[in-house]
């Protein structure tokens, strides 16, 4: 699925070690944490399709999950809980909250699985959106990397695209704006840039291009802060 990741929040850790092993076995890529904001750095720049206990000692109440898809933004959320403990009243007050779907927690993997196919067919499209555009949190700094656009907007109504930038700036401005407040290690960079080829780049390669490009993108480059001994990091706010 590329850049899709799935997100299981659950206290239970059989029910999430088994639904784990049966997306692994589909070739999927998942996180397994007890609460709301398992966001790994790793992750930062992934959609996502959370599936959220609900219900339960510990489990995700409808601000949680407000909060979580304010935060998070998933391409997709589905809620889950044991038939037992759920009523009709709180799944519909959950989906009325923003989930997208519920399950039954012993519903069989086989099943769950074959749901899940299903339900990404039908969102496709928003997770390839998802997946190439980016913005900054105050929404000025647009980034899509479908089509390798920035633009950046000066005054309301008023947009500009920047377009003298490298490839290799492209995909650095690309990569702090997804993790923004996020310290992103020159090492990271040149793995993420330069692949297998990373330990034949000085690290310093990176100083020098976030220098051109912090000049490209005039005031709006001092969002790049540098975190000494650490590495960058973009910030949101004012210019």
């Known amino acids: 699925m590329g850049e899709l990741i799935f997100h299981i929040i659950s206290t239970d850790r059989t029910i999430s ?23 790994e750095e790793s992750c930062a720049d992934r959609a996502g399709i959370y599936l959220i206990e609900i219900c339960g000692p510990g489990c995700a109440n409808q601000e949680d999950l407000k909060c979580m898809l304010k935060a998070h933004k998933p391409v997709s959320t589905l809620v889950f809980g044991d038939p037992q403990k759920v009523p009709n009243s709180q799944i519909a007050a959950f989906l009325d909250a923003g989930a997208d779907d519920f399950v039954y ?25 998802a997946a190439a555009k980016i913005a900054s949190s105050s929404g000025d700094i647009k980034i899509d ?10 005054r309301p109504g008023k947009c500009t695209e920047i377009s003298t930038l490298t490839q290799k700036e492209f995909d650095i401005l690309a990569a702090l704006v997804a993790r923004e407040r996020q310290v992103v290690s020159r090492e990271r960079m040149l793995e993420d840039l330069w692949g297998e080829g990373a330990d034949s780049v000085y690290s310093e390669c990176i100083d020098k291009h976030i220098e051109s490009l912090r000049k490209k993108l ?13 590495g960058y990091m973009f910030t949101g706010g004012n210019k």
């Not at 769950?112 to 499209?125: D, N, Q, S």
């Not at 990397?145 to 000066?154: A, P, Q």
């Open 145 to 154: 990397r479908g089509r390798r656009t920035v633009n950046i907007e000066g």
């Open 17 to 39: 070690g088994r639904w784990h092993k049966a997306f692994l076995k589909e070739g999927w890529l998942v996180v397994v944490d007890a609460s709301c904001y398992p966001l």
């Open 105 to 129: 927690k012993n519903l069989d993997e086989r099943i769950l699985v074959a749901k899940l196919k299903a339900h990404m067919r039908r969102i496709m499209p928003a997770i390839t959106e």
């Open 218 to 230: 005039g005031t709006y480059g001092r969002r790049i802060k540098t975190v000494y001994g650490s």
